[in-house]
């Protein structure tokens, strides 16, 4: 749990990254694909959500995108080798679903409820 400074300064970054020019795409699929994307970024314990989603009889959900042009992770220099092979298995899965453009890169993905 975080402190009260801790909380205000997490406050701070988070309006600043939400209001920095990004581009967040949303993406809509069936909870089979969810499973899949899932895996692709190695977020399986997101699975326990999808099931409560299926056992609620639900049978679409929505994932947010960041998208950056992909020069940017090109020239990411200091990320993490593991970050940056997850992340373009990722981007190859939203490029080959037409979701995102072949000029563009996923570095963020996480589902939305």
């Known amino acids: ?3 009260e400074n801790e909380s205000k300064d997490l406050m701070k970054n988070m309006r600043q990254v939400v209001n920095e020019p990004q581009s967040f795409v949303r993406y809509e699929c069936p909870l089979k694909q969810a499973y899949q994307i899932n895996k692709l970024t190695q977020q ?7 099931d409560k989603f299926a056992q609620q009889g639900e ?9 950056v042009p992909q020069a940017v992770v090109d020239n990411m220099r200091n990320a993490k080798e593991e970050y ?5 298995s990722v981007t190859n899965f939203f490029r080959a ?3 995102i453009d ?3 890169a996923a570095v963020f ?3 939305c409820a």
């Not at 399986?44 to 959500?49: A, M, S, T, V």
């Not at 940056?84 to 373009?88: A, E, G, I, V, W």
């Open 97 to 99: 679903n037409k979701t």
């Open 102 to 104: 072949q000029n563009q």
């Open 44 to 50: 399986i314990l997101k699975n326990e959500l999808l």
């Open 84 to 88: 940056l092979t997850q992340y373009q």
């Open 1 to 3: 749990m975080c402190g």
């Open 109 to 111: 993905i996480d589902l």
């Open 59 to 67: 049978t679409l959900v929505s994932y947010y995108l960041n998208v």
